[in-house]
Structure formats: structure tokens, C-alpha cells
């Protein structure tokens, strides 16, 4: 690791040395949650440079957290996975993010609107069971946005998987939903709901699709725990 080392014995000190690190704790939550390939990595941390992200995976893998594998079915592939002593950083990187939620002031949170993160994280926690048996294409509208990260489209397969895509996938839309991003967000972290953000959200399209969004849409997994601050 490159920061300077605490030199305490004591096993926080230790630790911190390993997690501390500038977006450590954050790629954790990535690999934690299932990413395993660079570019995934890449679209849950979207301002770490390339650069860096190879440098913690690098960082990570030396202290054991993780093990690269390459792909067999594509040469020059890898793959980053948990190791055993990774897999038990989950209830930490858990408590840390149940601890922000609870505790972190939501306005301070609101601050740091990000569309790629906040659409990457609610494709992964979108939950299919609502949603028709066919392929499902749901397009998000941020109209205040640049052109460049206004529109973005969720495909729902059949089977389940969950695509996000920034440029139109040339499907047809069922449901188009509009609103501005600090809302959406809002409501992903569990700070509000559809229902009561129902004056700033426009839904076009399949009534079914619409009346479920707040059943189907991915929440943040801390979105439960209730805020402790004004």
C-alpha cells in the first residue's frame, strides 16, 4: 500500500493500512456486490481513473482480499474474485454503508448526483418479479442533464438479466419515466417515495409497468435503514 504505515500493532491500525486507502472501501462494495470484470468495476466508480482501479486491484490482490483469474473463453480476460479473507470484509463494508445511511446528513448525500453510478446501481437491485414475462424496456429521462447523460434505458429480459444501456438499444419503450436526477436519487436511498415525489415524476406508457415502479425499482440496499438526522 502506498499511504504510510500507522505502526501499531493494534489490528484496527493494521487493518485501516489495507481498507483506507482512497476508494478502497468503495471498490470493495463493488466486488462485494458481484463485479468481477475491469469495466464493470469501472461503471460502479466512475470518477476512479482507470489507472488507480489497477492499482487497487493490484493493492487488494498482494494483501490477499482478492485473486485475479483469467477467463478461458477469452484470452487476455480477467476476472477479480473475493478471496476468503475478502468475503469476510462483507459485514464491514455492510455496517459502514448502514452507518452512513443512518447517520450521514441526506442533504450532504444529495450533493454528489451522479446519473452513471445511480443508473448502474439500480440495474443491479431492479427486481424482475413485477415486471411482464417479456423483454421490458424502460427508458429514465433526467431533463435538466447534459444530452450526453439525459437518457438511459433499463432492458429487462425474460430471464431475468437487467441491461443498462446510455444509447438507444432500438427496442420500443413501455414505460418512459421523467424526472430530474436529485429526485431519483432521493428516492433509490430510501429518503422519499414515488408516491410522494409524484408531482416531479412524469410516467408514459404501460399503467401496469408504471403503478408497480415503486415494487420493481432498484433500491439502494441500505435504503431501509431510517435516517437518525435532521
Known amino acids: 500500500m502506498s499511504q504510510a504505515s500507522y505502526k501499531q500493532f493494534c489490528p484496527v491500525a493494521m487493518?485501516?493500512?489495507?481498507?483506507?486507502?482512497?476508494?478502497?472501501?468503495?471498490?470493495?462494495?463493488?466486488?462485494?456486490?458481484?463485479?468481477?470484470?475491469?469495466?464493470?468495476?469501472?461503471?460502479?466508480?466512475?470518477?476512479?481513473?482507470?489507472?488507480?482501479?489497477?492499482?487497487?486491484?493490484?493493492?487488494?490482490?498482494?494483501?490477499?482480499?482478492?485473486?485475479?483469474?483469467?477467463?478461458?473463453?477469452?484470452?487476455?480476460?480477467?476476472?477479480?474474485?473475493?478471496?476468503?479473507?475478502?468475503k469476510d470484509?462483507?459485514?464491514?463494508?455492510?455496517?459502514?454503508?448502514?452507518?452512513?445511511?443512518?447517520?450521514?446528513?441526506?442533504?450532504?448525500?444529495?450533493?454528489?448526483?451522479?446519473?452513471?453510478?445511480?443508473?448502474?446501481?439500480?440495474?443491479?437491485?431492479?427486481?424482475?418479479?413485477p415486471l411482464p414475462e417479456t423483454r421490458t424496456v424502460i427508458q429514465f429521462l433526467y431533463s435538466e442533464?447534459?444530452?450526453?447523460?439525459?437518457?438511459?434505458?433499463?432492458?429487462?429480459?425474460?430471464?431475468?438479466?437487467v441491461d443498462l444501456c446510455w444509447a438507444d438499444p432500438g427496442f420500443d419503450v413501455d414505460l418512459y419515466v421523467t424526472t430530474d436526477l436529485r429526485t431519483m436519487t432521493a428516492i433509490w436511498m430510501g429518503l422519499t417515495t414515488v408516491r410522494k415525489e409524484q408531482d416531479k415524476i412524469e410516467l408514459v406508457g404501460d399503467k401496469n409497468i408504471a403503478r408497480a415502479i415503486q415494487t420493481w425499482l432498484g433500491l439502494s440496499p441500505f435504503a431501509a435503514e431510517q435516517k437518525r438526522v435532521a
Open 15 to 86: 487493518a485501516s493500512e489495507v481498507l483506507c486507502t482512497r476508494w478502497t472501501m468503495v471498490l470493495l462494495r463493488e466486488l462485494i456486490a458481484g463485479s468481477t470484470r475491469f469495466n464493470d468495476l469501472r461503471r460502479g466508480v466512475p470518477k476512479m481513473s482507470p489507472a488507480l482501479l489497477s492499482q487497487r486491484l493490484k493493492d487488494l490482490e498482494a494483501a490477499g482480499i482478492i485473486e485475479r483469474r483469467a477467463l478461458k473463453s477469452a484470452q487476455g480476460v480477467f476476472e477479480y474474485h473475493l478471496t476468503e479473507a475478502g
Open 89 to 129: 470484509l462483507r459485514p464491514v463494508v455492510e455496517t459502514v454503508g448502514f452507518w452512513g445511511q443512518k447517520w450521514v446528513e441526506s442533504s450532504l448525500s444529495l450533493k454528489n448526483l451522479d446519473p452513471s453510478l445511480l443508473m448502474w446501481d439500480m440495474r443491479r437491485n431492479l427486481n424482475t418479479d
Open 145 to 161: 442533464l447534459p444530452a450526453s447523460k439525459r437518457n438511459w434505458w433499463l432492458v429487462i429480459e425474460p430471464d431475468g438479466e
